[in-house]
């Protein structure tokens, strides 16, 4: 892998075209913050470069797209570099032997995972920067305990928030760094607090000063940071690009040249509309053809004509907007306002939309959609027809249009909401997408929207394009709109893929990932662990946590299971990772595989590269006087109680 690396001038699992984006100014949309992408951005600003090619094709080649993969790739690659000085101080600043600060470095320098990951244009490098920097800082920090609310203790604090607002300002998975530094805070506040502690008891005005200045170092300043990087990112993308489609029309209406708010069209009453699903893109659709009178599970259908969702545009999928009372006559001019209580009639079979309590195909809980004829629709079903159109937030009397307004089709009697999901339907329904009510108008699965009105002449007053004035949105609202989207795509993100592993796989190297692949030379960037380290790693965590548990258990049963080295080596190991505060490299295992065992997202090697630190070489740790005392004392106390 290392040989191929330097000559590769393709395209791979890079993440730069969002780079690109930001370099044209156009709106993207990713799951991650936009910190990791906002550096490699500011890396091609820098040599010149204005975001032309935008990497959509694995294995596009830089060199004839003219970009500047050099200048890109040096950014991870210095971080990289960067990263195994950061672990050699970790270590030393902890206390430990230069043998095992050179061990611990050598394993991160010659680790394949590590290489391969910051020889790429990926945000990897960042992410992992940011976490050692930040153990180092909190290290450094803890290390003036004695010394408070100096100036070098101040430096320590902040720069610790600083970069962990860094390391979740690239990726989410940076939350659990903060976590491993909140542990020991929470710890050492702890200590703080304790009356008999032995520099003397605090008041309760000092440990007021401590907690605050810990909330605003390690809280308050990272937030702030955080929310300044999503500034940036809408700052500079202001111009409509490939993320509109998941933010809402008024987010949307902040960006230049919007292709919705362009084409967004008034709709009048007796005007014949396209209606299509916001995320699966089907539209309502319905065909002559009708229900089967029993499913497969055995339940009954009410043998209605069928109502589904189509991906193709086609002639069933025109509905025409009737208002809900007589009194607006069928001429044009008559508008469609957000709230009103409309119809929709099926214009190919002249049939008209109901919902009813009756059970959809594939969900008991949820209504089926049907259409009925003339004289039911306009008899003893009148009430079944009736839908309100529904827009969350929206002011009462807005204009109904295409593109631009996105809602929910409510049913007046029974409270559901027009509903579609993935799984397709039988072939009785042509594998067509399964249209129902669901009882949970709230879910945000619920949006539609009119995309077209195909019989609109084009010298129609509606058609004029006027120019648009870009709407101004706070920055807030805009951000937890942003939040909102990125979390519900993130956790959407579990279908199946050929390299997908689980955490438990990722200590023993089971599976990697192919980053990129060339079939005529049959060369290949596979991403792979050093099995010397991550298995070393592994197996001496496994084996110190056998050893204290065996041991635990021995002293309960009063027997000595270890002589007198062997208790005195892990025992200092043992007081040096729980007691002086400097388990944060140790810790990592625990914060990022437990949290992914219990998680149903799709998962890759790659994301546990920063869950396996390099090991701590127990034996090369430098013992100091005080951990020799208390060696002694253990050991005595146990000789004592054998005896």
Not at 34 to 52: S, T
Not at 206 to 217: M, N, Q, S, W
Not at 338 to 345: E, I, K, N, S, T
Not at 560 to 575: C, G, I
Request: glycine share 6%; net charge positive; with cysteine.
């Amino acid at each position: 892998m290392t040989r191929a690396l330097p000559h590769k001038q393709k395209t791979a699992s890079d993440t730069s075209q969002f780079a690109s984006y930001y370099l044209q100014r156009t709106y993207f949309f990713d799951v991650h913050p936009p910190f990791g992408k906002l550096l490699f951005a500011f890396a091609g600003w820098l040599v010149g470069y204005n975001g032309d090619f935008l990497f959509e094709n694995i294995g596009d080649s830089y060199i004839t797209n003219k970009v500047p993969y050099v200048a890109y790739r040096a950014m991870p690659a210095s971080m990289g570099a960067l990263t195994v000085s950061v672990v050699f101080m970790i270590m030393w600043e902890s206390g430990y032997s230069l043998p095992a600060c050179v061990l611990a470095a050598g394993l991160v320098l010659f680790d394949n995972a590590h290489i391969g990951q910051t020889r790429l244009i990926l945000l990897d490098a960042t992410l992992i920067l940011f976490m050692a920097l930040s153990v180092l800082s909190y290290v450094r920090f803890y290390k003036l305990r004695h010394d408070p609310f100096s100036r070098k203790w101040w430096k320590w604090l902040l720069l610790t928030g600083v970069c962990l607002s860094c390391v979740i300002s690239t990726k989410y998975v940076g939350a659990f760094t903060f976590f491993s530094i909140g542990v020991p805070v929470a710890i050492d506040l702890w200590s703080l607090l304790d009356i008999n502690r032995r520099q003397g008891a605090l008041s309760l005005p000092e440990f007021g000063k401590h907690l605050a200045a810990r909330v605003t170092g390690l809280i308050v300043i990272p937030f702030m940071l955080y929310l300044f990087w999503f500034q940036v990112h809408f700052a500079i993308l202001n111009r409509s690009g490939p993320g509109d489609d998941f933010m809402s029309p008024e987010f949307q209406e902040t960006l230049s040249d919007n292709i919705m708010t362009q084409q967004s069209v008034s709709i009048d009453y007796y005007d014949a509309i396209n209606i299509r699903h916001k995320d699966t893109k089907v539209y309502l659709h319905s065909h002559p053809d009708k229900y089967p009178l029993r499913y497969d599970d055995g339940r009954i259908s009410s043998q209605g004509q069928q109502v589904t969702g189509y991906p193709h545009n086609d002639t069933n999928n025109l509905w025409q907007v009737i208002p809900s009372t007589g009194n607006i006559p069928e001429e044009n001019g008559h508008r469609v306002h957000v709230g009103d209580v409309v119809r929709l009639r099926h214009l190919v079979t002249d049939t008209w939309l109901l919902t009813h309590d009756v059970a959809s195909p594939y969900y008991p809980t949820n209504q089926e959609f049907t259409t009925v004829g003339h004289d039911d629709a306009n008899g003893e079903r009148f009430n079944d027809t009736l839908f309100e159109i529904r827009v969350d937030g929206a002011k009462p009397g807005t204009d109904f249009k295409t593109m631009s307004v996105h809602f929910k089709l409510v049913h007046v009697s029974t409270k559901v909401a027009m509903w579609t999901h993935t799984t397709p339907l039988p072939e009785w329904a042509f594998k067509q997408a399964e249209i129902n009510g669901n009882k949970n108008a709230l879910q945000t699965s619920n949006i539609w929207y009119a995309e077209d009105i195909p019989a609109l002449p084009k010298d129609s007053d509606r058609a004029k394009k006027e120019p648009r004035k870009v709407k101004h949105v706070p920055f807030l609202k805009k951000y937890f709109e942003l939040q909102r989207a990125m979390f519900y795509h993130n956790n959407a993100l579990t279908s199946s893929h050929p390299y997908a592993s689980v955490p438990i796989q990722w200590p023993f190297l089971l599976r990697g990932v192919s980053f990129w692949t060339d079939n005529e030379t049959r060369q290949q960037i596979y991403f792979l662990g050093n099995p010397i380290g991550w298995w070393l790693a592994s197996s001496l965590l496994a084996v110190f946590a056998g050893v204290l548990l065996a041991d635990q258990l021995s002293q309960r049963r009063g027997v000595d299971a270890l002589d007198k080295r062997m208790f005195d080596f892990f025992l200092v190991l043992q007081s040096k990772l729980t007691h002086s505060r400097r388990s944060q490299p140790s810790l990592q295992l625990d914060r990022f595989l437990l949290p992914d065992l219990g998680c149903s997202l799709r998962s890759f090697l790659h994301h546990g590269s920063s869950a396996l630190p390099p090991p701590l070489p127990p034996g090369s740790s430098r013992i100091r006087p005080r951990h020799r005392r208390a060696c002694r004392i253990r050991l005595q106390h146990r000789s004592c109680r054998s005896r």
